[in-house]
């Protein structure tokens, strides 16, 4: 070479942390504020509501999600006028923003919706590579013309055969559950991966008025089990224990699929949101290679995600688990299937989680001495 050069490169190793979509909610729903109609409005725990939304429907439920959502809590609201899309509302909120799950807070009488509802989560996959949980509003009791017996018949019916895993059914018994539910599953006191069921949390707040039948009758435990048992999330209480809670969030997932659960869906999805920036970064970059080299390599790239999600804390000798188990070596494999084709396979375990518990006490009758 005739003369010397010297070049200085900065190399972009991709380490930055994506932006966290978890625990941001959009809230869809007929509204009289006709300011919310057809448009995104942001709105967080500092925002005064009563700026925002009027005292219907919706405000009422968006009211209820920012006290149970309580500190950093973010969502958004897109109004509808009386002709409005909840699809296209989706389509419209997404140009602009990402989110973990969607409140569709008009009320669904039709089965059929739930299907419409599960398409539009996969088509955001499909299109946007979004990953999506939907909240969907289910009929409360009409207290004029339903007895219980009644109500609980209608609502098996309403999700009897239905699958659709990515959708949560929610009955307004007390007028504005599903803001509840949406607000106490963006508390950030606990993680993605627990459930709303948890008591720890605390009990839930503003719930509606508890509703009564048409026979005077108060809503009682029973008819709670058997709409938790068609798969619907519904409030819950212990009796002498104070205060209210919330069953599991259910979705209406197959009877033998994995993700019944939006404790199961949520790690999973905010995997698939961090893998796939990863995933992205290394398009086209010969780091990926089928060298042996490479592949352990790549193994503890992706493999990171997973580190991350499963770190635990601990306070006053207490452990905090993370959102997954910590992840093993073989939880991340990696094979070519041809010169320009690579599969990444990924294997996400959850923590047991104590939902039913049994306590069995013995009484010793024997006639030992302390010594």
């Not at 209480?237 to 019944?260: F, H, P, R």
């Not at 995600?305 to 635990?312: G, K, N």
């Not at 047991?352 to 010594?371: G, W, Y």
Request: some cysteine.
């Amino acid at each position: 070479m005739a003369i010397g050069k010297v070049e200085v490169n900065n190399l972009n190793l991709g380490q930055g942390t994506p932006p966290e979509i978890e625990r941001h909610m959009l809230f869809i729903g007929k509204t009289t504020k006709t300011e919310l109609h057809g448009k995104v409005t942001r709105i967080n725990a500092m925002t005064d509501l009563d700026d925002v939304v009027d005292s219907d429907s919706l405000g009422d439920i968006v009211n209820a999600a920012q006290l149970n959502g309580k500190q950093n809590w973010t969502a958004a609201i897109y109004g509808l006028a009386d002709d409005g899309s909840w699809e296209d509302a989706i389509d419209h909120a997404n140009e602009t923003d990402s989110f973990e799950g969607i409140a569709l807070c008009d009320v669904t009488k039709d089965k059929a919706d739930f299907d419409t509802m599960q398409s539009k989560a996969e088509e955001l996959t499909s299109k946007l590579g979004r990953w999506v949980f939907i909240l969907a509003a289910t009929p409360g009791i009409d207290t004029e013309n339903q007895t219980w017996a009644e109500y609980e018949t209608a609502m098996i019916f309403l999700t009897k055969d239905v699958a659709a895993r990515w959708v949560t059914p929610v009955p307004m018994l007390n007028g504005n559950n599903i803001g509840v539910l949406a607000g106490r599953l963006c508390d950030r006191t606990v993680t993605v991966a627990d459930t709303p069921m948890r008591v720890s949390t605390g009990s839930v707040l503003s719930l509606g008025a508890m509703p009564i039948d048409s026979a005077g009758k108060a809503l009682a435990m029973s008819t709670i089990a058997t709409l938790a048992e068609a798969r619907y999330s519904v409030p819950q209480w212990y009796a002498d224990y104070e205060g209210l809670y919330w069953s599991d969030a259910m979705t209406l997932e197959t009877k033998t699929g994995d993700y019944q659960f939006l404790e199961y869906v949520r790690p999973v999805h905010k995997a698939n949101r961090r893998v796939r920036f990863k995933a992205i970064a290394r398009i086209a970059d010969r780091i990926l290679n089928s060298t042996p080299p490479s592949i352990e390599l790549n193994r503890s790239y992706f493999r990171k995600v997973l580190f991350d999600m499963s770190e635990t804390t601990e306070i006053g000798g207490i452990t905090f688990p993370g959102e997954i188990m910590t992840p093993r070596d073989e939880d991340v494999t990696i094979q070519w299937v041809s010169k320009t084709k690579v599969i990444i396979s990924i294997m996400i375990k959850p923590h047991n989680c104590p939902k039913h518990i049994v306590v069995n006490i013995a009484l010793d009758l024997s006639n030992k001495t302390e010594a």
